[in-house]
C-alpha cells in the first residue's frame, strides 16, 4: 500500500448509527470504510476485501464479536479492534485472547480512535514489507 491510498478500514457492527458515524469520523482522515451489519457478512468482506484494519463491534444478534475474532483469525492476521461499550476487564482479556490486537471503550475521542487504527496499520505495513523483503532477498539474485 503506498502512502497516497487510504487504509481501508471493515467496520463491524450491527448498529447503522456508529457505523455512519465512523465513516463521517474516518473517511476525511484518509480511511476508505466499508462496513458490514452482521458478523457473518463482516467476516465474509474480511476474506474477499483484505482490509488494512477491521473495527469490531462485540454484542451483535447471532454470532459475537469473539466468534467473529476467531473466525478471522482462522485466514488473517489483519488488525482487529475491537470498539464496544463494554469496560469489564475480563471481556478486554477474553477479545485479546481471541485475537484481537486491540480494544478501545465507546465513546471514544476520535483523535483517539485515529491514532490507534494509524498505529495498527502502520505496524501491519511494516510486518507485511519485511516478509516482503525476507522473501525478495531468500529468493531473489545476489551478487
Known sequence: MSKSEPT??????DDVAVTDMLRVI???MSFEVVSSASAEDGINAAH??????V???LFM?????WEV???IRKFSKVPILVLTAMSKPGMV??????GADDYLIKPVASSVLVAHLRNLSRRARAEKEAVESKTRFKFGNHY
Open 48 to 53: 474477499r476485501l483484505n482490509p488494512d484494519v
Open 93 to 98: 482479556v477474553k477479545a485479546l485472547n481471541e
Open 61 to 65: 444478534p447471532g454470532m459475537d464479536g
Open 55 to 57: 473495527v469490531l463491534d
Open 8 to 13: 481501508r478500514v471493515l467496520v463491524i457492527d
Open 26 to 28: 474516518l473517511e476525511p
Open 69 to 71: 475474532c476467531r473466525a
